[in-house]
T-cell receptor
Framework: RKEVEQDPGPFNVPEGATVAFNCTYS??????FFWYRQDCRKEPKLLMS???SGNEDGRFTAQLNRASQYISLLIRDSKLSDSATYLC???????????FGIGTKLQVIP | GAGVSQSPSNKVTEKGKDVELRCDPI?????LYWYRQSLGQGLEFLIY????????KSGLPSDRFSAERTGGSVSTLTIQRTQQEDSAVYLC?????????????FGPGTRLTVL
C-alpha cells in the first residue's frame, strides 16, 4: 500500500460547483498534513495546512480524520482558476521529510 | 524577496553522460530537498539536507545519483551515466527550519531529457 493515496481524477466540474477530494495515508504516526496546488508545468505551492480541528480559508476547507487516516479538501463555488492538480502531503517522523501523493487533477468547466 | 532558483531550466543530454543540476535555496532556509517528477506522476523524494546534519539519502534511486550542499546553501544534484528513465523534472525545495509546519518553497525545476 502506498504511503499516501489519492484519486488522480480528473474531476471535471462546472463553475460554481462544490467539489471534495480525499487522501488516505498509511502511517498512523503521521504528524502534519498539507494540501499543495500544482498548476500545469509549474512548481507546487502550499495551498493550506490541515489542522486536527479542521480549518477554512475562504472557499477552501480542509479536514483531518485520524481514526480513518484520511484528509479532505473541499472547494466551494469553484472558479475556472481553481483548475490545477491538488497534492496531498503527509509528514511523518521528527523531521521534515514529507511524502507527496500523486495529486488529484481538477478541471473547472465554464 | 528571491525565491528558490534552479539551473539549468532545461537540460538535454545523451545516454551515458553525467549531468549536474543546481539549486539555490532561499537565504536563511536550513532545510533543502530534492524531488523528481516524471510525466503524470507524483513527486518522488530523493534527498534531504538539514543544516550540518548528515543528509537523508534514502530516496536516491541508485548509486548513480549523488548530491551535496556546500556551506549550507547551494546544492548540486549529480547524475552519472544518465539513462533514459532518468528523464523527469527535478525539483528543489527549501524550508525555514526543522520541525513544525514549515512550508516548502519550490524552485521552477530542471527538465532533464536523456536521449
Amino acid at each position: 500500500r502506498k504511503e499516501v493515496e489519492q484519486d488522480p481524477g480528473p474531476f471535471n466540474v462546472p463553475e460554481g460547483a462544490t467539489v471534495a477530494f480525499n487522501c488516505t495515508y498509511s502511517n498512523s504516526a503521521s504528524q502534519s498534513f498539507f494540501w499543495y496546488r500544482q498548476d500545469c508545468r509549474k512548481e507546487p505551492k502550499l495551498l493550506m495546512s490541515v489542522y486536527s480541528s479542521g480549518n477554512e480559508d475562504g472557499r477552501f476547507t480542509a479536514q483531518l480524520n485520524r481514526a480513518s487516516q484520511y484528509i479532505s479538501l473541499l472547494i466551494r463555488d469553484s472558479k475556472l482558476s481553481d483548475s490545477a492538480t491538488y497534492l496531498c502531503v503527509v509528514r511523518s517522523g521528527g523531521y521534515q521529510k514529507v511524502t507527496f501523493g500523486i495529486g488529484t487533477k481538477l478541471q473547472v468547466i465554464p | 524577496g528571491a525565491g528558490v532558483s534552479q539551473s539549468p531550466s532545461n537540460k538535454v543530454t545523451e545516454k551515458g553522460k553525467d549531468v549536474e543540476l543546481r539549486c539555490d535555496p532561499i537565504s536563511g532556509h536550513t532545510a533543502l530537498y530534492w524531488y523528481r517528477q516524471s510525466l503524470g506522476q507524483g513527486l518522488e523524494f530523493l534527498i534531504y539536507f538539514q543544516g550540518n546534519s548528515a543528509p537523508d539519502k534514502s530516496g536516491l534511486p541508485s548509486d548513480r545519483f549523488s548530491a551535496e550542499r556546500t556551506g549550507g546553501s547551494v546544492s548540486t544534484l549529480t547524475i552519472q551515466r544518465t539513462q533514459q528513465e532518468d528523464s523527469a523534472v527535478y525539483l528543489c525545495a527549501s524550508s525555514l527550519r526543522d520541525g513544525g509546519i514549515n512550508e516548502q518553497f519550490f524552485g521552477p525545476g530542471t527538465r532533464l531529457t536523456v536521449l
